[in-house]
């Protein structure tokens, strides 16, 4: 993933006037992708006065592995570069201060290089992999945060960026030179992608909630709406963003406070790994981000460049990454002004699915497309765009899994896990709209059910409920392998909708009643 497309420009000299100072014989020297100008023999030197020399313009990306990546969406590296890619793994000794790196061979240059490297990846404390790429002239480098298929040369090169001392530039830094390049999506880190048939879609959608239903303790209306938060996308329709989803599942039991030491980023509550490790398994990057106060008081969520250099943000993620974040172990205490601001952050990126990127002059709203799920035991402090009541059964469910006690649930076969995996990305993919005729029928019933309300007495349905409703109707589509919305698919979603805000009634009346829910 490019983490800072704007690390620094180069001039390399491609082709090179030599002479020879004994002789006077004139020759060309040709070097291209590498950082080695040219290596020439004794007698003879560079004319550099010399018309006929040839530079060519480089531009330098900093970039690392994508982050949040799954362990079974990562490419099984050959034996043949397994030494490269060791030279390029960076350990991080400390989640919130920049640790040591592990450069193979460049051991003894490394510590120099660790702090530099550290602050530019999005989680901290985590094990990742991190090069400058060199995009050579009429190539230009990708947009921050895009994911890439490079093809190049490696070499150690130096670090050319000119507010670093003379000390730090002889320090030498893991270099691709690029010949190709191309965007890729987190679908292509899928394997074997298939092409399916309706009758495909809708096994494998039956799957998926069968074992969704079994993670979630066999709540199937929370196993529904997950199956839809798995397979929202945000997309822009006309200067519109459509399609997000976040979504709060409400009820995770909590788990004791304990004193927090400083770790990296993942969940310490049972119940909340459980969930996400089985979100893990089916989801090619999955990123976790526990409310600890102090993880949310010292972590850096928004990309900085503030002081020249661009710093790793939490947010940083690649498009189609998932977040889960676990505000069981939110407790009280003193959210500091830097915590609050990661906090709204993180709602900015909810509701208007952007990125802030702090740059020196103004900061700058990168389009991003995150999906958000949060898990919580009261309602969450976030605004999420849909909030569903696990049942009572699934709460006791998660509490006996929360208190360690084991659960006999058979596992999901591999060739199973597959299909899920495919099944999920393959129906992202769709692309989707909604026909006139099916936009004029529920613009007709909208104002149809307002008039009646109105008419009783009764509560009106507003444009967020019609909006969410639409939502939801053009992700039940999207789950069956539909690229555009009937009426089936919209009852279906005006009906689950209906159920949704029921048991969220019943759950609130019984909450003065039962005392289960504690204020977030």
């Not at 006690?405 to 899920?420: A, G, K, N, R, V």
């Not at 509560?459 to 555009?484: N, Y």
Request: net charge negative; hydrophobic share 35%.
């Amino acid at each position: 993933m490019v983490q800072d497309p704007s690390y620094g420009e180069e001039l390399h000299l491609t082709i090179a006037r030599v002479l020879n100072s004994e002789t006077g014989e004139v020759r060309q020297r040709f070097s291209q992708y590498t950082d080695v100008d040219h290596s020439l023999e004794e007698g003879w030197e560079v004319d550099y006065s010399s018309t006929g020399n040839v530079f060519t313009e480089k531009e330098v990306a900093y970039c690392v592995s994508v982050p949040g990546q799954n362990q079974w969406a990562q490419l099984e590296s050959t034996a043949s570069i397994e030494s490269a890619l060791e030279a390029l793994s960076i350990t991080n000794t400390s989640p919130h201060t920049n640790g040591n790196v592990d450069s193979g061979d460049t051991a003894e240059s490394g510590s120099e290089v660790a702090s530099g490297l550290a602050s530019k990846y999005p989680l901290p404390g985590e094990n990742h992999t991190a090069a400058l790429v060199k995009f050579y002239s009429p190539s230009v480098a990708p947009k921050a945060s895009s994911v890439i298929d490079v093809v190049g040369i490696y070499e150690l090169g130096y670090n050319s960026k000119s507010q670093e001392s003379d000390e730090e530039r002889k320090v030498l830094w893991p270099c691709i030179h690029a010949i190709y390049h191309t965007d890729i999506q987190l679908h292509n880190l899928v394997p074997s992608l298939p092409r399916l048939v309706l009758s495909d879609y809708i096994a494998r959608r039956d799957m998926c909630l069968s074992h969704l239903t079994l993670v979630l303790g066999g709540d199937e209306l929370a196993a529904q709406y997950l199956l839809l938060h798995l397979l929202s996308k945000s997309v822009r329709v006309q200067d519109a963003k459509v399609g997000k989803f976040s979504l709060n599942l409400i009820g995770v039991p909590s788990c004791e406070k304990e004193e927090q030491q400083p770790r990296r980023f993942n969940f310490n509550n049972l119940a909340t790994k459980w969930i996400g490790d089985a979100i893990a398994q089916v989801v090619p990057c999955s990123v976790e981000i526990p409310f600890e106060l102090e993880l949310l008081n010292r972590s850096a969520f928004l990309p900085n460049a503030e002081h020249g250099d661009l710093k790793a943000g939490i947010l940083q993620l690649a498009s189609g990454t998932e977040i889960i974040c676990d505000e069981t172990c939110l407790y009280e205490g003193t959210l500091d002004e830097h915590g609050v601001r990661n906090l709204h952050a993180l709602q900015t990126c909810i509701l208007e699915q952007t990125v802030t990127y702090l740059y020196p002059f103004q900061p700058i709203d990168i389009p991003t497309n995150l999906r958000i799920l949060v898990l919580s035991t009261g309602k969450s402090i976030l605004q999420n765009d849909c909030d569903v009541y696990l049942a009572d059964t699934t709460v006791r469910f998660l509490t006996k899994i929360q208190s360690g006690t084991s659960i006999d649930i058979q596992p999901l076969d591999p060739m199973h896990t597959e299909q899920i995996r495919q099944y999920l990305e393959l129906a992202r993919c769709l692309d989707f709209s909604i026909p006139k005729d099916v936009s004029d029928v529920i613009s007709s019933e909208y104002a149809d059910s307002r008039r009646s309300a109105h008419k009783n007495g009764e509560q009106m349905m507003t444009q967020e409920e019609l909006a969410l409703t639409v939502t939801v109707a053009r992700l039940i589509s999207i789950s069956k392998g539909q690229d555009l919305l009937d009426l089936a698919s919209w009852r279906e979603a005006c009906a689950l909708e209906q159920y949704r805000k029921e048991r969220a009634t019943k759950a609130k009346d019984a909450r003065p009643a039962t005392g289960s829910e504690p204020p977030s």
